[in-house]
């Protein structure tokens, strides 16, 4: 499971939880109103610290239409 947050106005809130990564950046491309099926993510790499799971699991991206920050998290059971 993935867990979509957004951030609009320095306030964080959580949209939904989805079963792939896929359908959670589908969100995304529904809420920004983009044209295209693709985004770009950033992540960050903790180089002395964690894993590349936990890295892997944690996608960021900016909103080019509105400016709001999403985040993509995988959710551990």
């Not at 002395?48 to 799971?53: A, E, I, K, N």
């Not at 960021?60 to 709001?68: A, D, P």
């Amino acid at each position: 499971m993935w867990q979509l947050n957004m951030c609009q106005n320095q306030k964080w809130q959580a949209v939904d939880t989805f079963d792939t990564a896929q359908a959670a950046t589908r969100k995304i491309i529904e809420l920004e109103n983009y044209n295209s099926p693709n985004v770009f993510f950033s992540i960050l790499v903790e180089t002395q610290f964690g894993s590349d799971d936990e890295f892997l699991g944690h996608l960021e991206h900016t909103g080019k239409n509105t400016g709001r920050c999403y985040v993509v998290k995988r959710l551990r059971h």
